[in-house]
């Protein structure tokens, strides 16, 4: 599909006049009124809206994303000239974003017609449908078949073309309802494909090429976490010891879990080994049964610990454990989709919390830190920053303002927000001086103390190579100060930094 008929229609006034009435797309209506921008980064063009305030915009890859006025987005066609087929073949398809080939032709052609018969109280458009199709070289098509290239169109606005609010970063609502499949289903796929290769294969060089590879080992984990097989147990052995080379890890202990579900007392020396392989594999799988256990004090252990952690519904699982998944095998846009939407409503639940009778107190701030660790190891700092910045505003302890503080002023830097991150390591500092939280007190002589001074420093280092010498020189006086206060290790690790800062600073002259 191509441009084609878009080229056409710029081309031709009365093909213009046309196609914004009755048909709704209007070519001097493209100014959408918000600045927007795609999720995934990539370029969006407008090139016409309709009357309710909606903009049409072409992607990257030619297709159409149309977003309405009100907060709602989605792909409408492969190309321009799709989209201007389906404007124009389906001039109510506003009203057919619940449809799809499945309803049927006889629910669709009954749907159509009771709407274009609305429609023809104010024109001729069955005349003028066949008179733009002419003049566009646009081919006739039958309704049923622009409904499921309309269907087929939506159901591709995830994740690639995920509509956001520029300024705030907050999501657009999909345009349509129709059902997709959770995030974990295209997560786990190749866990399970592996799975069923370890079925298969015969024994322990054949199950090697899935248990040496860290990420498919995890994978063939998890798949087997929801799907658990009698004749797994000698598969699971093999993994749960490849598994510990990576430490301590969620599939370890899941790999644990499902072999201790057996029952047989001959695990423990495995199990046992296992928990000894370092320090942190020691403390993951502390409370395993001891070596004279029986097999059914194993299996009760494992019971509790999979009830408590595990379980055999993917949709019980964490969405943490989906989007790392998923950005570990390249999913990037699957994962930093779901994060965005649960950012989305975390900060609607803030929004709600700051109402009249409301506690902030009462809210976990837990998925907030998750959030911002999530989109930095996407190498999403936009919205790593909006995360934090909601974080830092959250009461609680002085040690935990400072140390959102300190990351959301990192961040700003990093996007080049001077201003916005000298502003912020001010409200660090003021923390530090408040008297009334004693759980800053040892702060001088420990490693917050030592990256407090550090991004100061570095703060100050980007003001004077953006030549910005004023901010420059009154930051650096700010980050001496600091680094007076602290003690031992944590100044002298600083020192050198200070003073390649210092010299950086008298350069400006």
Not at 14 to 28: G, H, M, N, R, T
Not at 314 to 321: A, I, M, V
Not at 387 to 416: F, H, I, K, N
Request: aromatic share 6%.
């Amino acid at each position: 599909m191509t441009d084609h008929a878009l080229r056409l229609l710029r081309q031709s006034r009365s093909a213009a006049e046309l196609a914004a009435f009755p048909f709704d797309f209007d070519l001097d209506r493209a100014d959408h009124g918000e600045e927007v921008r795609l999720a995934s980064g990539g370029e969006l063009t407008p090139v016409a809206g309709d009357g309710t305030g909606g903009t049409f915009f072409v992607c990257a890859d030619g297709s159409v994303l149309y977003a309405g006025s009100e907060g709602s987005a989605g792909i409408i066609g492969s190309s321009a000239d799709e989209a201007l087929e389906i404007v124009i073949g389906l001039p109510g398809w506003h009203d057919y974003l619940d449809l799809s080939p499945a309803d049927g032709t006889e629910k669709i052609l009954a749907r159509i017609a009771e709407t274009e018969q609305e429609m023809r109280e104010d024109s001729d458009i069955d005349a003028e449908r066949a008179e733009l199709r002419g003049a566009l070289g646009l081919p006739e098509r039958s309704p049923v078949e622009l409904i499921g290239l309309l269907h087929k169109a939506l159901l591709r606005t995830e994740p690639d073309f995920l509509l956001l609010n520029a300024e705030e970063g907050g999501a657009y609502e999909l345009l349509d309802r129709q059902p997709r499949p959770p995030l974990w289903e295209p997560v786990l796929a190749r866990g399970r494909a592996d799975l069923a290769v370890l079925r298969a294969g015969d024994g322990p060089v054949a199950w090697d090429e899935v248990a040496r590879d860290p990420l498919r080992r995890r994978l063939a984990l998890r798949a087997a976490q929801f799907d658990r097989a009698d004749g797994d147990l000698g598969l699971l052995r093999h993994l749960v010891r490849y598994e510990a080379e990576s430490s301590m890890t969620d599939e370890l202990r899941l790999g644990a879990v499902l072999v201790g579900l057996q029952g047989l007392a001959e695990d423990l020396p495995l199990l046992h080994e296992v928990r000894d392989t370092d320090f942190d594999t020691a403390c993951g799988l502390s409370e395993l049964p001891g070596s004279g256990a029986m097999g059914a004090e194993l299996r009760q252990w494992a019971l509790d610990m999979d009830a408590s952690m595990f379980g055999t519904d993917p949709s019980d699982e964490p969405l943490f454990t989906w989007t790392e998944l998923a950005r570990d095998q390249g999913m990037t846009e699957l994962a930093r989709v779901a994060l965005i939407r649960l950012l989305d409503e975390v900060e609607l639940g803030l929004y709600q919390l700051g109402r009249p009778g409301k506690s902030p107190e009462a809210l976990d701030t837990s998925p907030l830190r998750a959030l911002s660790h999530e989109f930095q190891g996407l190498g999403d700092r936009f919205q790593a920053l909006r995360a934090q910045r909601l974080l830092a505003g959250l009461p609680d302890t002085a040690w935990a303002r400072v140390s959102a503080r300190l990351t959301q002023a990192r961040l700003e830097r990093e996007l080049g927000q001077l201003p916005q991150a000298t502003a912020t390591l001010a409200a660090l500092r003021a923390i530090l001086t408040d008297p009334r939280d004693t759980s800053l007190r040892l702060w001088h002589g420990v490693n917050l103390g030592r990256y407090i001074t550090e991004e100061h420093y570095a703060l100050t280092r980007a003001l004077a190579d953006a030549d910005l010498p004023e901010e420059a020189r009154a930051l650096l006086a700010s980050a001496d100060a600091i680094l007076g206060e602290l003690s031992g290790n944590a100044a002298t690790g600083v020192r050198e930094l200070a003073e390649e800062t210092a010299e950086r600073v008298r350069d400006l002259g």
